[in-house]
């Protein structure tokens, strides 16, 4: 109950298109959503964050659609760029709690 | 400026040797974690410390030991018994609270 299903496990897209990566959970006590970007050979960074009160987050080019009733949420870049090029994590947890990662998903943007 | 800092950024052991991970934080930040990634494989929790003096084994914890004796430290000790210990080591720091974790840049461990 307490793990992040996170897909695809490797993504490629051409420049400018438009990336999604999905996570879902069973634990319906998360309360909070965060998304984080690694490039090789450094840490993850936070990214973007969302709450369960709000269906969707916008930052820069990166959106979160959060869909409760289903339980998942999503990451979508727009115009996605090689610089963009990374791993990228969903997480939840409850309440303050440790984090619960997905599995990460790689994704390539081509020139 | 604030962050975590681990060292060393690569690190090569021989069999049979412990060999221990430094991160340092100067965020104030009360939790402290030490997670393992193999390549192309995510994020598993060694162990974490919410509080200064006390500590919890994660996931993964067999053949590792930590400390932390100070706020600002928590260092990781790979011992001679975790039986595959070439890996990347991430260390994390955060606020009570959902406010998401800092991580470090990461140490490389070659067992050679």
């Known amino acids: 109950q307490q793990q992040v299903k996170q897909s695809p496990q490797s993504l490629i897209v051409q420049k400018g298109g438009i990336p999604i990566i999905n996570c879902a959970y069973e634990?319906?006590?998360?309360?909070?959503f965060p998304w984080y970007q690694q490039f090789p050979g450094k840490g993850p960074a936070l990214l973007i964050a969302i709450r369960p009160d709000v269906s969707e987050k916008k930052e820069g080019r990166f959106t979160i659609s959060f869909n409760k009733s289903a339980k998942q949420f999503s990451l979508h870049i727009m115009d996605s760029q090689p610089g963009d090029s990374a791993t990228y994590f969903c997480?939840?947890?409850?309440?303050?709690?440790?984090?619960?990662f997905g599995e990460g998903t790689q994704l390539t943007v081509n020139p | 400026d604030g962050g975590i800092t681990q060292s060393p950024k690569y690190l090569f052991r021989k069999e049979g040797q412990n060999v221990t991970l430094s991160c340092e934080q100067n965020?104030?930040?009360?939790?402290m974690y030490w997670y393992r990634q193999d390549p192309g494989q995510g994020l598993r929790l060694i162990y974490y410390?919410?509080?200064?003096?006390?500590?919890q084994k994660g996931d993964i914890a067999e053949g590792y030991s930590v400390s932390r004796e100070k706020k600002e430290s928590f260092p990781l000790t790979v011992t001679s018994a975790q039986k595959n210990p070439t890996a990347f080591y991430l260390c994390a720091s955060s606020l009570p609270g959902n406010y998401g974790y800092t991580f470090g840049s990461g140490t490389r461990l070659t067992v050679v």
């Open positions: 997480a939840a947890s409850i309440r303050g709690s440790r984090l619960t």
């Open positions: 965020l104030n930040h009360d939790a």
């Open positions: 634990n319906t006590a998360f309360d909070y």
């Open positions: 410390s919410q509080i200064v003096n006390d500590f």
